[in-house]
């Protein structure tokens, strides 16, 4: 459908806004190794991401979470 977003492009636009300028971003990034996230940029995410989706996101959900692509199949699994 046109002008709908992948849930991995929202994924990652959402994850963007808290990169340094000129960070590379891509499904296989590592959160805190490569992208250099810190706790709070990802609580900040989870929250940003609740926003997004329009989801109740518990952090424990999230305690697994490795790469990009991890939040992406968890949205997934959420049926987003």
């Known amino acids: 459908m046109e002008g709908v977003l992948k849930t991995e492009d929202r994924v ?4 963007r806004h808290f ?7 891509t499904l296989e990034s590592r959160l805190i190794e490569d992208l250099r996230l ?9 929250s940003d991401l609740e ?17 990009v692509n991890d939040i992406v199949t968890k949205m997934r699994a959420r049926g987003l």
């Open 12 to 15: 990652m636009f959402t994850i």
């Open 19 to 25: 990169l340094q300028r000129g960070s590379k971003i």
């Open 38 to 46: 810190d706790s709070l940029d990802l609580l900040m995410i989870l």
């Open 51 to 67: 926003d997004e989706f329009n989801i109740i996101i518990a952090e424990d959900d999230f305690s697994d979470v490795v790469i």
